[in-house]
């Protein structure tokens, strides 16, 4: 059977059944090899030396055999399977079996290089990756979905024109129960995905790891499955949410170990820093490049007020009024600084805020008795920040919940979810009201906004200090969580985050503007460098390498609103509408019409 995609030709010169039939056998063998050995030794992590049981590297050659199996079977027509495909058919199947063979040649080149030689592979690493090759030769000569936009076109780009897809059409409406428990489904996927991701023990295991994700989720965007679920999700925003945070609560009771838990909670504080700086920047359209400057005031503020023994303040506040002082602090430093330059735009605002963020950092960099007062300590920061104890519960100890034990990295998480709920919703309701309205208006075009009345300067003066306001709240929780604080935490760049440009970074590679983008972008920037730990001394080039490669790729971030798709891509819709025309009627047209 055959489906109803408009097809162009392939890139490859191999009848369309053929490739069909050559990319299911190769993902077949492919599939086949992961249950034989790869290596002898055991030498390698992930002990790849077992038959019958897949394990390591060869668990992902076998999710990616499978899903570019499925995929294909879904391109023939099946009853049952044709939910997997409403957009593209081709162009999945083509990216999956790329992507089985990307991370299967991986594999065999990180086994060859650790153990000295090809001569340590095994006849299932061999099978593995000649049935990967087949499927990704035949995956080649697939048809198009969609037809050529460019007469003689190099092979690269005819290449890039085979991975596009159809948008999906309008999925037939199913009852709530159902469509809610897709929701679900797909957050407790996610859940398993990224704690699969964050558990890896070797570097070979998570690049593997990063291979198959890309491929896999880039494929079933093209297959439309993606769209399908976002179109479910704004539906559902509601069930969405707390989808979302039940996902994100059964988080720590997956880990084991207390660094993944810990990496897991200076996720949630950056991505709620980013969150913050998406009001600036996203909402307001304000370029702020010191934002990391009102993390670090909502710090030392929580640091001098909570009873560390280095404080000179000597005072110890209880957690909820320390928090205010963070935020009050953050929020007070927002407006001296917003209220005389945010009448600046463009380049010059950015500079001003690169400034006010290196005055900061100076600033209690001299804070020591010597050149300024006694007040941060200088350089050596404040250290020994006792652990929160909230209504009896120690956060620097261990608890047994459920039968599952926490540690201290779990509870802090556990404590920053629920700043990281408050502030998703200060975000979401303040953008769907009249000021975040507003703010968009005077992001498109501030002169626009103005002469219809906007006053944009007090609006933007808003906008910097809730964003300001919500850095410091994140900041207060950053301060227990690592002991202490110091200046040098907070620079406009540096190789271990946080820091202005891994913020700004964030926002833009997840998306501006939009909710979940920032907290992804966060999690990408933050998670990968943290699991390799080679890549700590090349961040910022490798950051520069990332932006450009989005701003080809995907300039509207990787979760990107309506209106930034519409400016970044082409579509098929004018830019002005036709006008319309009144129908005619017997004696002739209407006047206006004439």
Known sequence: ???????????????????????????AVALAGTFLAWTWTKQFPGDLTVTGYPGGLQVLTLIGAALTLLITLSGYGIRGLGWLTPGGTNSPARLLALGTLGTTGYAIGAISYALGGVVNLEPGAWVSTAGALIAAIA??????????TTTGATAWERFRESLRAPTAPRAKALPDWAEILIVVAAFG???????????TDYTELFIGFLITTGFAFTALHRAGLISRLTALTAKHRNITLTAALVAAVCFPFTQQKEEYALIGANILIFG???????????????????YV??????????????????????????????????????????????????RLRGDYLAIVTLGFGEIFRLTVNNLNGNSGPDLTNGSQGIPSIPDLNLFGFDFGTKHDILGFTLGRSANYYLLMLVFTAVVVLVFRRSGESRIGRAWVAIREDETAATAMGINAFRLKLIAFALGATLAGLAGTVQAHVNYTVTPEQYQFAGSVPPNSAFLLAAVILGGMGTLSGPLIG????????????????YQLFLFGVALILLMRLRPEGLVADRRKQLEFHETDQPDVPEPHRPEETGTGIAKAGA
């Not at 059977?1 to 993902?27: E, Y």
């Not at 640091?303 to 928090?323: D, K, R």
């Not at 998670?527 to 390799?532: E, G, S, T, V």
């Open 1 to 27: 059977m055959t489906t109803n995609h408009t097809t162009t030709a392939p890139l490859l010169p191999i009848p369309a059944n053929a490739a069909r039939i050559g990319t299911l056998t190769g993902a």
């Open 139 to 148: 995956a080649l000569g697939l048809p198009g979905d969609q037809p050529h």
């Open 189 to 199: 996927i996610g859940l398993y995905v990224f704690t699969y991701g964050i558990d």
């Open 272 to 290: 709620t820093v980013a969150l913050g700086l998406n009001v600036v920047v996203g909402l307001a359209g304000l370029l702020d490049l010191g």
């Open 293 to 342: 400057a009102f993390l670090g005031v909502g710090a030392y503020a929580a640091a001098l007020v909570s009873g560390s023994t280095m404080s000179a303040i000597g005072v110890e506040f209880p957690f909820w009024a320390a928090v205010l002082t963070g935020a009050a602090a953050s929020l007070v430093f927002g407006v001296l600084i917003g209220a005389p330059t945010l």
């Open 522 to 537: 966060a999690a990408l920037l933050y998670l990968i460098p943290a699991k390799l730990q080679f890549m700590q001394d």
